[in-house]
């Protein structure tokens, strides 16, 4: 029998009210429903194939306090660093050992000169030694049109910066009130990724205290609106040596959290189609099997980390963070393997880019 999610996803364009009710239903078949009908549009318009990243995180230094992560610049428990500029080449060149299609940099948000220049010497290296087979995607929060101009003429093709939350109100509550953490410069940020040729990425924390089911309808509709080609979302998860922590108990439980972003991945799916999706690692932190189920919900990218180990647990975003472990194909075979007996693939040296990025590029 037709659920009343059925009779809703069949409709061509859902509002912001279908859109709460997907998110806030409690029926155990209708939320089967919008799982299924994320899959098979993931399977129409992607392919049934899930695309490599391997994570790098170049620096935990960061200019801002954003007031849900670890490694704020107020922390001062966290013991800093910046990966030398040798070994960030060295982990994107064992990755295409590993027929790992891309990278992603991603960083703590630094604009000294220092830091541009040396990430644009690591990108054309990585570009010249791969031979340009490489992909590869940054995130490094937001910078000058100049900078990201920069960083695409050097040879990267994406970027991700979330927008967190697409409500300018719970903006303000969940970073201080100054001028490194306006809505309206992050606005500008996506704007400018968008302006240097990037394929561009956005995305939110999920179920971060204070944010209603309206507010993630909102998300979702911003994310339309933006015609954004790619989306990487996960839970919020607490850390203790930030100004949240304190927030705890107005927070969801976490499989609440964990199972409210499975749904903003599989509602993110059937509206905007032919996206890149991530299976985000803050959703493993909630469920061992986390990344998994973020793919039979929509998802089609999987990040494993390939920070060397001796960094990687000083870039704690949040507690919990799954360990590094040294050779990241054990958790590749085990994708696969759980990946073949659901009719799904790994799209081994593949770039993987947003098909939705290309079709926009054509059309205009
Ligand atoms: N500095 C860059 C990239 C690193 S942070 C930037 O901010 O864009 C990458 C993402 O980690 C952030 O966008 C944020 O959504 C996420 N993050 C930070 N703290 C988190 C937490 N406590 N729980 C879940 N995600 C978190
Ligand atoms: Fe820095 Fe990004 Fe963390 Fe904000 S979320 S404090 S910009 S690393």
């Known amino acids: ?28 078949k209708e939320k089967h429903s919008l799982f299924r009908k994320a899959n098979q549009v993931k399977k129409e318009h992607c392919g049934n194939v899930v695309y490599l990243r391997g994570l790098i995180e170049l620096s935990n230094i960061c200019r801002k306090d954003c007031n849900y992560c670890g490694i704020r610049k107020s922390n001062e428990k966290v013991v800093r660093y910046t990966l030398p500029e040798d070994e960030v080449i060295d982990r994107a060149l064992f990755a295409l050992r590993r027929d790992f299609g891309s990278v992603v940099i991603q960083s703590g948000e630094r604009t000294d000169r220092v830091f541009i220049d040396m990430l644009t010497r690591v990108i054309k290296a990585i570009r010249e030694r791969s031979e340009g087979t490489l992909g590869i995607t940054l995130s490094c929060g937001e910078q000058s ?65 204070g944010q209603t089911p309206e507010n993630l309808a909102d998300d979702l509709l911003f994310f339309r609106s933006f015609d954004i080609d790619m989306i990487g979302m996960g839970p919020y998860i607490p850390h ?109 040296s593949k770039w993987g880019d947003s098909k939705h990025f290309f079709k926009r590029v054509i059309k205009n």
């Open 1 to 28: 029998m037709k659920t009343l999610v059925d009779s809703i996803l069949t409709k061509g364009i859902l509002t912001k009210d279908d859109l709460v009710y997907l998110l806030s239903t409690k029926e155990e």
């Open 145 to 209: 049109l100049e900078t990201y101009q920069q960083w695409f003429d050097a040879g990267a093709h994406r970027y991700l910066l979330r927008i967190e939350t697409s409500s300018e109100e719970l903006f303000r509550k969940i970073h201080p009130d100054n001028e490194f953490h306006r809505f309206e410069d992050r606005m500008q940020a996506l704007e400018n990724l968008r302006k240097a040729g990037f394929q561009t990425g956005t995305g939110v924390m999920i179920g971060l205290p």
């Open 240 to 348: 203790a040596d930030t100004p949240m922590a304190g927030w705890k108990t107005r927070l969801l439980k976490p499989a609440d959290r964990f199972e409210l972003s499975l749904r903003m991945i599989a509602l993110a799916r059937i509206m905007l189609k032919d996206v890149n999706i991530a299976a985000s690692t803050a959703l493993q932190t909630l469920d061992p099997d986390g990344r998994i189920k973020a793919i039979l919900a929509g998802a089609n990218v999987f990040m494993p980390n390939m920070t060397p180990k001796i960094y990687a647990g000083d870039y704690n975003l949040y507690e919990g963070k799954p360990q590094v472990i040294d050779d990241p194909m054990i958790i590749v075979n085990e994708l696969e393997k759980r990946l073949r007996g659901l009719g799904e693939s790994i799209g081994y």
